[in-house]
């Protein structure tokens, strides 16, 4: 008996600090969101759109970046929240320019709010579908530059502020970042994304600033991230050599493949949502909120654990199908 007494008090022990943050979370008090800032990449449309809706409506001064300013999007942004007093402003930004990111970060200097710069959030994305020979190296740098090094971009601009305010920064992954099923090039970004948040998280702790990944299932419905692809557009942009590897009833069968699990994604983007918002107002946010049906966090929990010739069985017999 008493040679168990180390192990029980070991597994309390583990017990403990799984409870711990949700135990701080209740006793906390909340956080007063009127008088702080946050930007938002990405607003045009999806969580990016939703989020500053709900952040304006809490109290919140948003600046939504949107890539189309003048978009249908952006527009509707504004006229929504027309009756926000002016905490709601919408402005141009492309994490690919840094001349657009250091014009974000001059506007939010000179319209920041009694409580300063509260939260970062890097929402803007793309996806596309296509196996690795299919791309161009040109879409491999699109995506780099859009997906890792934009959030990177933005990220550094306004670390100081943050910095100053103790604040949040929010990164928008995926549960892709453990797997891919012909969505390759969208699986890198996000993992690396996830290295650089878990150094930047750790390296940040010093100064009150909490770092935080949103890890999002299947929601293609929400989003316009990723549209039903056609066959025929990716057979007619295949090279010669590749075409001569893969016949026009492969690459059928594959985006036949792909649009149905589009067609399965949640249409319910609000459960994003509701975790990035958790993310910038708890007073103990979790460093990741994973938002997935349970056959997908059992996925994650397959090629995370298992070895990888496991993974590769489960993800092949899935690409069969």
Not at 55 to 62: D, K, M, S, Y
Not at 106 to 120: A, D, I, Q, T
Not at 140 to 145: G, I, M, S
Not at 280 to 285: D, E, G, I, K
């Amino acid at each position: 008996m008493w040679a168990a007494a180390p192990l029980f008090l070991l597994l309390l022990l583990l017990l403990l600090l799984l409870l711990l943050p949700r135990l701080r979370r209740r006793w906390a008090a909340g956080l007063e969101p009127a008088g702080r800032a946050v930007l938002i990449t990405g607003c045009d449309s999806g969580f990016g759109h939703l989020l500053a809706l709900r952040l304006h409506r809490l109290g919140f001064t948003v600046f939504a970046g949107c890539l189309c300013p003048g978009g249908d999007g952006a527009r509707r942004l504004q006229r929504e929240a027309a009756a926000g007093a002016g905490r709601l402003r919408v402005l141009r930004l492309d994490v690919t320019r840094a001349r657009d990111v250091m014009a974000a970060k001059e506007l939010v200097l000179s319209h920041l709010p009694e409580r300063g710069f509260w939260g970062l959030v890097n929402n803007a994305g793309i996806s596309t579908f296509g196996e690795t020979g299919w791309l161009s190296m040109e879409k491999y740098e699109k995506f780099a530059d859009v997906n890792l090094l934009g959030s990177i971009r933005t990220t550094l601009a306004f670390l100081p502020l943050l910095r100053k305010y103790k604040g949040r920064i929010v990164f928008m992954s995926s549960i892709i970042a453990y797997f891919s099923l012909g969505n390759g090039i969208y699986s890198m970004t996000k993992a690396a994304i996830e290295k650089f948040c878990d150094a930047l998280r750790l390296e940040m702790k010093k100064f009150g600033v909490r770092v935080c990944i949103i890890q999002p299932g299947n929601y293609a419905r929400s989003t316009k991230i990723q549209p039903p692809v056609s066959a025929e557009d990716i057979w007619n942009e295949l090279s010669e050599e590749e075409k001569a590897v893969y016949n026009k009833e492969y690459v059928q069968e594959r985006t036949n493949f792909f649009n149905r699990i589009l067609s399965e994604g949640s249409s319910n983007g609000n459960e994003v949502v509701d975790a990035m918002v958790d993310a910038l107002t708890s007073p103990a946010p979790k460093a990741r909120y994973m938002v997935a049906k349970l056959k997908e966090k059992a996925l994650v929990f397959v090629c995370a654990l298992f070895p990888t010739v496991v993974m590769d069985s489960v993800l092949s017999y899935a690409l069969s199908k």
